[in-house]
């Protein structure tokens, strides 16, 4: 019988304890947004619809702020109390404008982004950066945090530290500078061509799995970096390389070459491998 009562008592603090609110604002299909959550997750998948649609799952002590109008828009993640110290978290699930300008601000969130097609810029600090199928100019900086980019056709920047970089599905410039993480290149599923670009690292390892289009360029610079090239027997790319000793497997000479992949390291080791393993 004490059991009821004594629901009934802490109900107050259950539901204090965990609240979802729901946001949302007309907007031009070119709204400028901008999004910050310290902690958490957030969510954000372009639609259709000139409107912008938050949904934010807060813990006790942390609200929802902002609002917008039709050129521009701002919601964050903060503390009611502002005197608190550390980083206010929540979960946010967020649909906009699939021609909106997006730029999102975390500390130790996971962010998601689909179907973009337009800016999107992305920092985080130690959260997860997970983006998928975007077209238009896409930025990324991670200090540490971990980047996954799959199905993207514009321009991709990604600057980072420690955290490992995946790519996929790249069609169109890539510009890589990291420190010390990993940074993996798969090709487009249809073609099996690597974008043309720019990957650089000081002691992350790179590695590149197929070929590049006719004409197409990929500049890998290394300082210690290991640096692994899987290609394809019918049409690799055209290596060259500056600073390390370059051999070929005999399955990949004297072939016709697709596209060219330039090498320089200091002291970096260089693998070429042939994908069907021979």
């Known amino acids: 019988m004490r059991r009821p009562l004594l629901l009934l008592l802490l109900l107050p603090q259950l539901l204090g304890a965990q609240a979802t609110v729901r946001r949302g604002v007309a907007v031009g299909p070119e709204v400028a947004l901008r999004l910050w959550i310290p902690a958490g997750e957030v969510q954000v998948t372009a639609w259709d619809r000139d409107s912008v649609a938050v949904e934010a799952t807060t813990s006790e002590g ?16 903060e503390f009611i109390d502002r005197s608190r110290t550390g980083l206010p978290g929540a979960k946010l699930v967020v649909r906009i404008p699939r021609r909106a300008r997006v730029w999102i601000k975390s500390t130790t969130a996971a962010v998601v982004v689909r179907g973009t097609a337009a800016e999107l810029d992305v920092l985080s600090v130690t959260g997860r950066v997970v983006v998928r199928d975007v077209t238009g100019s896409t930025t990324v900086e991670a200090i540490n945090a971990a980047v996954d980019i799959g199905g993207a056709a514009g321009a991709v920047r990604v600057r980072g530290g420690s955290g490992p970089v995946v790519l996929a599905a790249i069609s169109g410039a890539l510009d890589v500078t990291m420190v010390s993480g990993s940074v993996t290149v798969a090709p487009q599923a249809t073609s099996g061509h690597l974008p043309g670009g720019r990957v650089e690292t000081v002691g992350g390892m790179v590695t590149l799995s197929g070929t590049l289009a006719p004409g197409s360029t990929l500049q890998v610079d290394t300082h210690d970096g290991a640096i692994l090239l899987q ?12 600073g390390v000793e370059l051999s070929l497997p005999a399955a990949l000479r004297g072939r016709t070459t697709s596209g060219t992949v330039e090498v320089r390291t200091f002291s970096g080791e260089l693998n070429v491998r042939v994908l069907d393993g021979t």
């Open 231 to 242: 290609v394809p027997p019918g049409a690799p790319p055209l290596v060259r390389a500056s």
């Open 62 to 77: 942390v609200q929802l702020v902002g609002g917008g109008s039709r050129d521009a828009a701002k919601y964050a993640v």
